[in-house]
């Protein structure tokens, strides 16, 4: 016989609600900044900022806030992972779509907050949910007049025409696949399919796709999802090894136009013997490496396998990886600043994006020498094992990979992230 399920503990008024909605939303990390500028047309309240709405910082270093909030938390799935799920004795609240339109005008008109990332449990079925999810963005733009950034969660399963109305008032949607493989979803959250986690997907990106051409042929066409949309991946919750992971990630990029895949650090917050044996503390460090590997990903040119592979399959939790791979790669070091090709440069551990652009520009004025690159933006602590200037290399004895890696993996001179999230990264 099954076990039943706990009575539910109501919040009685919008203050107790916003109290129990905001802490269940704390798990969900797939809000960045949206990356839109300027109000929508006709707007009368609210101006999305270059940047975009969340916690995090504007690329003018902006701290920007948004209200990060469920519609519900009162779920009828029952994931083992999530907090929220069915079977958890915790107290239960769902804002009613005027309750929470009213609550997102007022922290805005109060400065509280620049926009809204609603998210929710199933509180019924996917259509109901989405359905309310796409009526409080409605009720801000067409009631209120509301032009801030509202980022959406699209609900796997719901109908086609409710995400269609979705991308319509939201900057940003966001489908959160959770788990890494069909098998770990069938284990452990066996109420989810993966054709209805990427359906919502690729009609997003199509949507978006449609939207873009329409807008070169006609300027006011209306926008589909201006900010694109992401996707969230729980770490740890599951077996599968970083290689899986970036796999997978690499897949959504390329065929769903991803603008950010976040990774969360598994927080285990149920007993359930379908979970791996808790640990000491999340794998923070890991989805630190998620999250520097990703960034290779996206911006220096690295695909997954030179990363990994079958004989390698998890990052280097000791260094970071394209270090990793520097030093799996001794025969392309050391490199010389003043005549590496752009693409050469981004490979070298300590050489961004800017401070590649900055090495350019200053070595068509003249030779650039060791004392040059800190000023240019380069971390010289590690970028100094893998260069030359001139000829000359900055460490004594030349280059030594197995001295280079003793180095850089002592103590010392290790940055442990006190939390994996992607704005507090030490990068490149």
């Not at 107290?91 to 009213?102: D, I, N, Q």
């Not at 999802?225 to 990630?249: C, H, K, M, N, Y």
């Amino acid at each position: 016989m099954s076990t039943p399920f706990p009575a539910i503990q109501r919040a009685p008024d919008t203050e107790a609600k916003l109290a129990v909605l905001a802490e269940a939303a704390k798990y969900d990390v797939s809000c960045v900044s949206s990356g839109t500028s300027g109000k929508r047309e006709g707007t009368t309240v609210g101006n999305a900022a270059l940047g975009g709405i969340c916690h995090s910082w504007s690329s003018d270093g902006r701290c920007i806030s948004l209200l990060k909030v469920l519609l519900s938390n009162d779920c009828v799935y029952d994931c083992a992972y999530c907090a929220n799920r069915r079977s958890n004795s915790i107290p239960r609240a769902t804002f009613t779509v005027g309750e929470l339109a009213a609550l997102t005008l007022g922290f805005y008109r109060r400065n509280y907050i620049e926009g809204l990332f609603l998210s929710s449990a199933i509180f019924s079925t996917p259509d109901r949910t989405m359905e309310a999810l796409v009526r409080v963005a409605e009720t801000l733009r067409g009631e209120h007049g509301f032009g801030g950034y509202i980022h959406l969660k699209a609900i796997p399963g719901a109908d086609p025409a409710l995400i269609a109305r979705a991308g319509l008032v939201a900057d940003r949607l966001s489908v959160n696949i959770e788990l890494p493989s069909e098998s770990s979803l069938e284990c452990l959250a066996p109420q989810k399919k993966r054709e209805a986690i990427l359906g919502p997907m690729r009609q997003i990106c199509e949507g978006a796709r449609e939207s873009k051409v329409e807008r070169e042929r006609h300027r006011n066409a209306p926008l589909f999802a201006p900010a694109g949309q992401s996707t969230q991946l729980v770490v740890g919750a599951s077996p599968e090894p970083d290689l899986r992971i970036l796999r997978l990630t690499e897949a959504l990029y390329r065929r769903f136009a991803l603008r950010r895949v976040f990774y969360s650090a598994y927080v285990p917050v149920n007993e359930d013997n379908r979970l791996p044996v808790p640990m000491a503390a999340p794998p923070m460090l890991r989805e630190h490496r998620l999250y520097q590997a990703d960034w290779l990903l996206r911006f220096y040119g690295f695909t997954v396998d030179e990363l990994l592979d079958e004989s390698l399959p998890n990052l280097d939790e000791s260094l970071d990886p394209k270090t990793s791979w520097a030093l799996r790669h001794p025969e392309q070091f050391p490199v010389e600043v003043n005549t590496a090709a752009y693409e050469t440069l981004l490979r070298i551990p300590g050489i961004g994006v800017k401070s590649a652009r900055r090495i350019i520009a200053a070595r068509r004025h003249g030779r650039l020498y060791h004392a040059d690159l800190k000023v240019l933006g380069v971390v010289v602590k590690r970028a100094c094992h893998f260069v030359l200037c001139g000829g000359k290399h900055a460490v004594e004895g030349g280059w030594n990979p197995l001295r280079t890696r003793e180095l850089l993996t002592a103590p010392s001179r290790r940055a442990l992230p006190q939390s994996g999230r992607p704005f507090q990264l030490e990068l490149f």
